[in-house]
């Protein structure tokens, strides 16, 4: 089946660092790729939605100025969280699609993040 | 995208089936229903999707009313690896068709 890999798996950084998050569609060519935020005990938020070659998407109350989002190809995109503070300990997923059909979202396993 | 009712949480015997309703009474026509699972900790996992027509795979079955206002998943055989929250979830094919999760339903199967 399509293969999501995301990397890191987990990270933890100072307050006032910036960290990128990669997510890769290894089998298939993601034509949009989605950016969520988990909390505990949470379901998952929608940030962003990236469609390759252009801007992402930002959902209401997601600052795109904090959320940097890239999508260069149609294997790769990146979500760097910029000046990073303890509030924005959470664990984020992505997830890819091929926009044809009714194909499904495919998950990466997320990565976990401890800003201390 | 149309929302999605899940009850919170239900338990089901290992070996039997697992079955999880979903209400979408706002659903439109061209959105489909995709079910998703996530075990903890780790990204959801894609299990199945449809549109009008009751939908089988290796993993489960789906059930759709012909109003297309409710569905269920069916896991014929639970096993405790089956434990997880369950998203049921209407989504366009396009426009990006994103998908906004609900809070889904806690699955937990019990030996």
């Known amino acids: 089946g399509a293969v999501v890999s995301q990397h890191p798996s987990r990270v933890i950084c100072k307050s006032g660092t910036s960290v990128k998050i990669e997510c890769r569609s290894l089998?298939?060519?993601?034509?949009?790729m989605f950016w969520y935020r988990q909390f505990p005990k949470q379901s998952l938020m929608l940030m962003a939605t990236s469609n390759e070659g252009s801007k992402a998407t930002y959902e209401q109350g997601v600052e795109k100025d904090k959320f940097l989002i890239n999508h260069a190809s149609l294997t790769l995109s990146t979500l760097t969280v910029t000046s990073a503070h303890p509030e924005d300990s959470s664990f984020y997923i992505c997830?890819?699609?091929?926009?044809?059909?009714?194909?499904?979202?495919?998950f990466g396993d997320g990565t976990r993040l401890s800003i201390l | 995208d149309a929302k999605t009712t899940q009850p919170p949480s239900m338990d089901c015997a290992e070996g039997r089936a697992a079955n999880l309703p979903c209400n979408h009474s706002?659903?439109?026509?061209?959105?489909?229903v995709y079910w998703y699972r996530q075990i903890h900790s780790q990204g959801p996992q894609y299990i199945i999707h449809g549109l009008k027509n009751n939908e089988t795979n290796e993993m489960a079955s789906l059930i759709i009313t012909e109003d297309r206002k409710s569905s269920t998943l069916i896991l014929p055989h639970a096993t405790l690896r089956d434990t997880a929250v369950y998203y049921c979830?209407?989504?366009?094919?396009?426009?990006?068709?994103?998908?906004?999760f609900g809070d889904g339903t806690t699955l937990t199967v019990k030996p």
């Open positions: 997830s890819a699609r091929y926009l044809q059909g009714n194909q499904p979202q495919h």
């Open positions: 979830i209407v989504s366009y094919t396009t426009n990006a068709g994103k998908s906004t």
């Open positions: 706002t659903i439109s026509g061209n959105e489909y």
């Open positions: 089998d298939f060519q993601a034509t949009t």
